[in-house]
Each structure stands twice: as C-alpha cells, then as structure tokens.
C-alpha cells in the first residue's frame, strides 16, 4: 500500500508562486513515475505534468509549459510542482499521483495509468 500526502496549497493573487510538495510513503525504495494533476469544479481531472522515476524526463500540458516546473527528490521520497505566474483559471484542487514501475519508464499523462494518489491540496488563485 502506497499513501501520498500533499502540501503547499494555498491562496495566491494572481501572478504570484506556490510550490506544492508530495510526500510518498511506504515502498521507499521503489521507482514511480509521478504527475501531477487538477481538478476544477463541475470539470474533469485534467493532466498538469509529469517526471520520470529518474527526473530525467518531464512532461507537462501546454497551459502550463513555462510556467510550472515538476522536480523530485528520491532520496526524500518526495516529487513537487514549482507554479510561478499563477492565473484564476489555474485554481483547482491539485492531486499528486504515483505509478510504481519496475523498468524503464517514460512520462504519464493519461490519469488512468496512475494507481496511487494524494487526497488533494487546494490551490486558489485570485484576482
């Protein structure tokens, strides 16, 4: 059983920064893709970005490309998600999730290959 556990959510006026941070618990030595993920009201989970189990490789969709910045630390089992020029439309309840792999892997941005999440931390943006 694999938990996440979520921080950094907050309120931000528009075009200020937060850094979310995801912790990983239980199989510490294990390789996971990690993404992360936001869900608005009345919307479906949409894909933020992406790091391999290495952070070698990152993903993320267009509206946040420049802006955003995912990173992990596997030696602290944790993965986060630097967001700078935050805009309203990028307020969400954003979500942490892990995808164990025993190969080599790329990115994820289809929610549906990802077997674990975070509860979620709020993230508001105001103008």
């Known amino acids: 059983q694999v938990q996440l556990v979520e921080s950094g959510g907050g309120l931000v006026q528009a075009g200020g920064s937060l850094r979310l941070s995801c912790a990983i618990f239980?199989?510490?030595?294990?390789?996971?893709?990690m993404g992360w993920f936001r869900q608005a009201p009345a919307k479906e989970r949409e894909f933020v970005a992406s790091?391999?189990?290495?952070?070698?490789?990152?993903d993320y969709t267009d509206s946040v490309k420049g802006r955003f910045t995912i990173s992990r630390d596997n030696a602290k089992n944790a993965v986060y998600l630097q967001m700078n020029s935050l805009k309203p439309e990028d307020t969400a309840l954003y979500y942490c999730?892990?995808?164990?792999?025993?190969?080599?892997?790329?990115?994820?941005?289809?929610?549906?290959?990802?077997?674990?999440w975070g509860q979620g931390t709020q993230v508001t943006v105001s103008s």
């Open positions: 999730a892990a995808q164990m792999v025993v190969s080599s892997s790329g990115t994820y941005s289809d929610r549906y290959k990802y077997a674990y």
């Open positions: 239980g199989r510490s030595f294990s390789r996971y893709v």
């Open positions: 790091i391999t189990w290495s952070g070698g490789s990152t």
